[in-house]
């Protein structure tokens, strides 16, 4: 079961995905992860060599709990093409996880996948964006404005990588 997750900042989208990932027993690839993962195969690595099962990445003797420690995110536009490559070579292989954020839903469009984007009221993003982010209500819809720019600009990456294929 692949299952995509977007969300507002603030509203508990990543928490919802957690909740599913445990509940399902399936792997919850986020941001860190999708970037480990993208960065090893861009260095020849194989899906099967990560051995990728929520075991593994969850369990309480897990040999990924503190490898993403030192992950440096790069969320420069040039990262998209391997993340998407990652996402999707994780769909093919283990045909299940959860995947939140990274424009997934779209990466993932002509697969099987059940995509939802978790939203929230005012009130509720103000009370958790202090209590969670110690962040304000302002702050929490700055980040989801970067978060659309981000979907827009990968958007534009996938549609100019389909054009450029007829074209060639």
Known sequence: MLITIGRQYGAGGREVAEILAK???IPLYDR????LIAEH???GCKLEELNLTYTNLYGDESPY???FDNVVQNDDMFMFKPQSNAIKQLADYYKSGI???RCANY???DYNAYSFFIVADDDFRTTRGQLVYHKSLSELKKED???ASYYKSCIVII???TFSIFFF
């Not at 860190?32 to 970037?35: E, N, P, Q, S, Y």
């Open 107 to 109: 990466i993932l469009n």
């Open 145 to 147: 404005q970067k978060r």
């Open 23 to 25: 509940e399902l027993q």
């Open 99 to 101: 995947f939140v954020g």
């Open 65 to 67: 709990e503190h490898i």
């Open 159 to 161: 549609v100019r990588s």
């Open 41 to 43: 195969l861009e260095k």
């Open 32 to 35: 860190k992860l999708v970037a």
